[in-house]
């Protein structure tokens, strides 16, 4: 069906080098591979230990929102970073599933 098929251990893959392959054979287009990157680089800094303050950690993004949320405490503030993955994943999800559906027009919440 394809041209090259992916490496044998294709099963043991992460998100990332799965989604690269899917946009090389043309399955998703770019904003898509580039959305499910962003999720893998999220996913990588909660799945996987890092220090508070390493590049994408759910405490720097939410030291770095903290002058513009309305959050009322620092739990909040992390809820809201939190909250803004989950739903972001999700979307990708569907649109990974299901196509666009209108998602890019929406505020899911």
Do not use: C
Not at 56 to 62: E, F, G, S, W
Not at 67 to 82: C, G, M, N, R, Y
Not at 87 to 98: E, G, Q, S
């Amino acid at each position: 069906m394809y041209p090259e098929q992916p490496d044998k251990n294709w099963l043991r893959w992460g998100l990332g080098p799965l989604a690269k392959s899917a946009f090389e054979r043309d399955l998703i287009d770019s904003a898509l591979r580039d959305d499910l990157a962003q999720v893998t680089e999220v996913r990588k800094v909660s799945a996987h230990f890092k220090p508070p303050l390493t590049p994408n950690t759910v405490m720097l993004r939410a030291f770095e929102r903290a002058e513009t949320s309305t959050a009322q405490s620092d739990d909040e503030l992390l809820d809201e970073v939190l909250q803004d993955d989950a739903m972001f994943a999700l979307k990708v999800a569907t649109m990974l599933i299901r196509g666009n559906q209108g998602l890019s027009r929406v505020r899911l919440y």
